[in-house]
């Protein structure tokens, strides 16, 4: 790389540390840690969302566990010297004067090494506050020629590149770091933005310079599902490219690579295992409450993407067991594929507008017509809650042209609600139930679409009124995330809704049945053990009952059960279809039964490395099977979550429509195109 390319890359490296420190400061400042130091050390203040909240607290909490198992283990070596903490890429982090405060240095010091101008200006803002001079008690303003920024009795910072190895060793020996004494190296989001054989050389001179060591490193893996190839985008747009992910894409490549640099023991694990695993369920419950959040996906995704690793050598610290193996948290990986589904795009840019949503609704209103509302996308060059209604409509064998369509200017109006659901009642009426304004504003009230076609019955020229159906005083749904599903029970049609959440409570597991002739909700009695509450599960009709599958349970936990509520003659009857292999749990999929099998198409679920395909569950004989989606012809990557999908059985199709989320600090992601599956596999197997 040349030299000038390679300063403007730390420029956008050192960038990245303060929209960090930013972040850390507006954690601290929301509750989630208690950190009285972040806001001092960075000029400035923000606001963070929710979801940015979680992904540094799990983090935070992440590093904040490998320092003190480190600290206690050294602390009860028998004879052992003073225990050093090396950071390596520190910027703006307030670590020393957290565990100060903690009173965890007095038999500890702290070292810290970044670009030479972030460790100038680290060094400016503690001499110029007075609270964090107090800690750190008398000190030197640093020597230029030892890249020393800033001295005192237990606290270094020096002003080093990383990639300069050999003066690195000699500043660090020069300013006093004991090479035998035990030391923690921490590398928070530092190794990925070095250049592989840059990277490689720091783990390895690491672990020839101190042979009494433990080395921690949080950042990202995983680059090659849809997430992943969005978080790369992302570094990349800022000029500061994820480096070696390709070769190390998981924690089992990550814990090889430390290992053959000369590390003598290795662990790791994604973050949705730390945080159910290794934080207590109160501090959970503390979390989780803390602001209201409905991105549970997103969050799931980043936690998925990013690791911590401990990795360790001498008799000290080499049986220190960080991350000890856990039952809590059982891989269960789906068995392999028995086949593919390959994916084509079924619309193009000359199509109409395209559906770029998630959280909407879809119905098929007859065979070539599918009508999709609500939803967060992109309006009018903008990011919001969706109004205005798509209406796809096929326009010869394989393709598709989509539309937006007006609402007329009387009834009541479209509120631009996410996460409700949809059903077809006629070729002209969809009843729209449930869902949410904001994650503390549900959406109130049934909603009657009304289509009226122009004169030649062509969908072109199609109109939509919106009126509201039942009492206006009628509350008795406020939930999302929920499920409705045609059933029948004494030859009436009723609309089963289950599940989902509300304002008050993460998880539902009440029910009701909305009469259709009538629109009144009524009682029918149901019998059987009452499942667990869920949310983002998937629904379908078979068999006059309603099959449920999957969904977000307490604890936001995954869910890998599947349920069928079955016609009975006094009612109907929860049973439980048991499925072999189990499948993953999994929630914000979508399901459709065809041919007497159950399809449970993507997801998202927390157990598996993979990416979930579409499960097949025979409804027969129990037994499911795997197939994958072969998005190859597909133009971007195809997020199957969050999205809506159609069963076209006479084609043997599938349509995915819209998907997609608000991918952590990385951007909004909004699959482009519907996407069309071709099931037809599935019938040659059977």
């Known amino acids: 790389?040349?030299?000038?390319?390679?300063?403007?890359?730390?420029?956008?490296?050192?960038?990245?540390?303060?929209?960090?420190?930013?972040?850390?400061?507006?954690l601290a400042a929301r509750g989630y840690v208690h950190d009285a130091f972040a806001a001092l050390l960075v000029p400035g203040t923000a606001r963070r969302a929710p979801l940015i909240h979680r992904g540094y607290y799990v983090r935070a909490r992440a590093v904040r566990h490998c320092v003190r198992a480190f600290l206690e283990r050294a602390r009860a070596a028998a004879g052992a010297p003073r225990a050093q903490i090396l950071s390596l890429?520190?910027?703006?982090?307030?670590?020393?004067?957290?565990?100060?405060?903690?009173?965890?240095?007095?038999?500890?010091?702290?070292?810290?090494?970044?670009?030479?101008?972030?460790?100038?200006?680290?060094?400016?803002?503690?001499?110029?506050?007075?609270?964090?001079?107090?800690?750190?008690?008398?000190?030197?303003?640093?020597?230029?020629?030892?890249?020393?920024?800033?001295?005192?009795?237990?606290?270094?910072?020096?002003?080093?590149?990383?990639?300069?190895?050999?003066?690195?060793?000699?500043?660090?020996?020069?300013?006093?770091?004991?090479?035998?004494?035990?030391?923690?190296?921490?590398?928070?989001?530092?190794?990925?933005?070095?250049?592989?054989?840059?990277?490689?050389?720091?783990?390895?001179?690491?672990?020839?310079?101190?042979?009494n060591a433990l080395f921690?490193?949080?950042?990202?893996?995983?680059?090659?599902?849809?997430?992943?190839?969005?978080?790369?985008?992302?570094?990349?747009?800022?000029?500061?490219?994820?480096?070696?992910?390709?070769?190390?894409?998981?924690?089992?490549?990550?814990?090889?690579?430390?290992?053959?640099?000369?590390?003598?023991?290795?662990?790791a694990i994604d973050m949705n295992e730390f945080y159910r695993c290794f934080l207590p369920s109160?501090?959970?419950?503390?979390?989780?409450?803390?602001?209201?959040?409905?991105?549970?996906?997103?969050?799931?995704?980043?936690?998925?993407?990013?690791?911590?690793?401990?990795?360790?050598?001498?008799?000290?610290?080499?049986?220190?067991?960080?991350?000890?193996?856990?039952?809590?948290?059982?891989?269960?990986?789906?068995?392999?594929?028995?086949?593919?589904?390959?994916a084509n795009v079924v619309t193009s840019d000359r199509h109409g507008p395209d559906l770029k949503r998630y959280g909407h609704a879809s119905v098929l209103l007859s065979?070539?017509?599918?009508?999709?509302?609500?939803?967060?996308?992109?309006?009018?060059?903008?990011?919001?809650?969706?109004?205005?209604?798509?209406?796809?409509?096929?326009?010869?064998?394989?393709?598709?042209?989509?539309?937006?369509?007006?609402?007329?200017?009387?009834?009541?109006?479209?509120?631009?609600?996410?996460?409700?659901?949809?059903?077809?009642?006629?070729?002209?009426?969809?009843?729209?139930?449930?869902?949410?304004?904001?994650p503390v504003t549900p959406a109130l009230g049934i909603l009657q679409l009304h289509f009226v076609e122009s004169e030649d019955n062509s969908t072109q020229d199609l109109n939509v009124t919106v009126t509201k159906a039942g009492a206006d005083e009628d509350t008795t749904l406020s939930c999302w995330r929920h499920s409705t599903t045609e059933v029948s029970y004494e030859n009436q049609k009723y609309l089963f809704v289950y599940g989902g959440r509300s304002v008050v409570e993460p998880v539902l597991s009440d029910w009701y049945f909305l009469h259709v002739g009538t629109m009144a909700w009524v009682r029918i009695p149901v019998e059987g053990e009452t499942p667990e509450g869920r949310h983002s599960h998937s629904a379908c009709s078979w068999q006059g009952g309603a099959l449920i599958a999957g969904g977000l349970g307490t604890s936001e936990e995954p869910l890998s059960s599947v349920l069928f509520l079955k016609p009975i003659s006094c009612g109907f009857l929860w049973e439980s279809i048991d499925i072999q292999p189990p499948i993953t749990p999994r929630y914000s999929h979508t399901a459709h039964v065809l041919n007497g099998k159950l399809l449970l198409v993507g997801g998202v679920w927390i157990h598996s490395s993979s990416v979930p395909g579409v499960t097949v569950v025979d409804l027969t004989t129990g037994f499911s099977t795997?197939?994958?989606?072969?998005?190859?012809?597909?133009?971007?990557?195809?997020?199957?979550?969050?999205?809506?999908?159609?069963?076209?059985?006479?084609?043997?199709?599938?349509?995915?429509?819209?998907?997609?989320?608000?991918?952590?600090?990385?951007?909004?992601?909004?699959?482009?195109?519907?996407?069309?599956?071709?099931?037809?596999?599935?019938?040659?197997?059977?």
């Open 1 to 26: 790389m040349r030299p000038r390319s390679r300063e403007r890359r730390a420029g956008a490296v050192q960038s990245t540390n303060d929209s960090s420190a930013l972040s850390k400061s507006s």
């Open 89 to 211: 890429g520190a910027g703006s982090d307030s670590l020393y004067f957290r565990l100060k405060t903690a009173g965890l240095l007095a038999w500890a010091a702290v070292w810290e090494v970044d670009f030479p101008d972030v460790a100038r200006r680290k060094a400016e803002r503690i001499r110029d506050t007075p609270e964090l001079c107090a800690l750190t008690g008398p000190f030197q303003y640093g020597d230029p020629a030892l890249s020393l920024c800033f001295e005192s009795l237990d606290y270094r910072i020096l002003g080093l590149d990383l990639r300069q190895l050999q003066r690195l060793d000699q500043a660090l020996t020069t300013v006093g770091l004991d090479a035998a004494a035990p030391t923690l190296l921490l590398a928070e989001a530092v190794l990925t933005y070095l250049e592989p054989d840059d990277a490689a050389a720091l783990i390895a001179w690491a672990a020839q310079r101190f042979p």
């Open 216 to 267: 921690v490193v949080y950042e990202q893996m995983r680059p090659h599902d849809a997430f992943g190839q969005f978080m790369q985008q992302h570094f990349r747009q800022l000029n500061s490219p994820l480096h070696g992910l390709d070769r190390f894409p998981d924690v089992e490549a990550q814990q090889h690579r430390f290992l053959q640099a000369g590390w003598t023991a290795c662990s």
């Open 282 to 342: 109160e501090e959970r419950r503390r979390m989780e409450h803390l602001e209201p959040f409905d991105e549970f996906e997103e969050w799931h995704l980043k936690c998925a993407h990013y690791f911590i690793l401990a990795a360790s050598r001498g008799d000290t610290l080499s049986q220190t067991l960080v991350f000890p193996p856990s039952v809590a948290f059982p891989r269960v990986n789906p068995a392999s594929p028995s086949g593919i589904f390959p």
């Open 367 to 438: 065979p070539g017509c599918i009508l999709s509302t609500g939803g967060f996308g992109e309006q009018e060059g903008r990011h919001c809650r969706v109004s205005k209604f798509h209406l796809l409509s096929r326009y010869c064998d394989s393709e598709w042209k989509g539309k937006h369509i007006r609402s007329w200017r009387t009834g009541a109006q479209w509120d631009g609600r996410l996460y409700h659901t949809m059903t077809r009642l006629s070729d002209t009426q969809v009843l729209a139930l449930g869902g949410r304004l904001s």
């Open 626 to 686: 795997e197939y994958q989606i072969d998005a190859a012809c597909v133009p971007w990557p195809l997020m199957v979550h969050n999205h809506t999908s159609i069963l076209l059985p006479e084609e043997q199709q599938l349509l995915i429509l819209g998907g997609g989320g608000n991918c952590f600090s990385f951007g909004t992601y909004f699959n482009p195109h519907p996407v069309a599956l071709d099931l037809s596999s599935l019938s040659a197997g059977q």
